[in-house]
């Protein structure tokens, strides 16, 4: 047993990308989220109860879950509004506001422990919505949170 | 200590207009067992700059953001029983001063007073915030 500590050198990884190959934090293609604030990994299935006349007490079978990641991050230029450049991974050419507003689907990796090798993550593929990017003069940094609506299950990986 | 020196600059062009003050560009610094400001009536004095770094936004990855507070002070005593006519205005000159000093988050300027036998002094506050 063993906990998964962020502070302790590693850190949580979130790759965005075009594809599951470019996901992959070691091809080194898709979009290395910076600057996260926090990420929530949410695997929320809904519940089915029922009562018999026999019982005390009800019964319950879970239902199919409702995946999504929520995060916060700075705004950085590059990954809100892309790179830009031709030949990059879509997510990292158009970026996070772009691929949202086009309603592309991504693949993800959400790394637990940094990306060194044994490390666990969660990999699937999604929709990314729920920006809202705001300041103010009291914290005059762009922070936004993003959601990443998981379209189907998350599958499990080690690195 | 850029701030005190700027922040120095706009409070002698100010305080020029005001014929029953001055300013010295020396440290409060106590000389004989008596602070300067109060050894010296009438003279503005700016004590040196204080920074205070902390983090505003920490990051998964490290790529964290600091805040700076900077707190600089200034002195002026005056006599109680003899209090100069210039005196209000000349506070609110020096509190006003504060936005000399740009581009940052927040500039705070605190007066507050305190009476030390017949003397009053006058201690204002700055404080600016930068990320």
Known sequence: ?159 | MAYRDTLLAKLQTVIASYSQFSVSSELPFVAGGTPLHIKNMKTVYLDEQQDEISGFIITLDKRDIDQTVTTIRAYVAVDAKNKPSQTDSMLSAIQAARTVIAPVVGADATLTTEIQDDIIVYSVEYRFLTI
């Open chain 1, 1 to 159: 047993m063993a906990t998964i500590n962020v502070s302790a050198g590693n850190e949580a990884v979130l790759v965005l990308a075009q594809s599951s190959a470019n996901a992959n934090f070691t091809a080194n293609a898709g979009l290395v989220v910076p600057s996260m604030q926090d990420i929530t990994i949410n695997n929320s299935t809904g519940v089915f109860r029922w009562k018999t006349l026999d019982s005390t007490a009800e019964n319950a079978a879970t239902t199919p879950a409702t995946n999504q990641l929520s995060l916060n991050v700075v705004v950085d230029t590059a990954a809100f509004f892309g790179t830009g450049t031709a030949g990059d991974d879509d997510v990292k050419e158009k970026g996070l506001f772009t691929v949202s507003k086009e309603k592309t689907a991504v693949y993800f990796r959400a790394y637990f422990d940094g990306t060194n090798s044994n490390s666990k993550y969660l990999s699937g593929v999604g929709y990314i919505s729920g920006l809202a990017p705001t300041v103010n003069p009291d914290a005059p940094l762009w922070v936004t949170p993003v959601t990443i609506e998981v379209d189907g299950d998350y599958t499990v990986g080690t690195v």
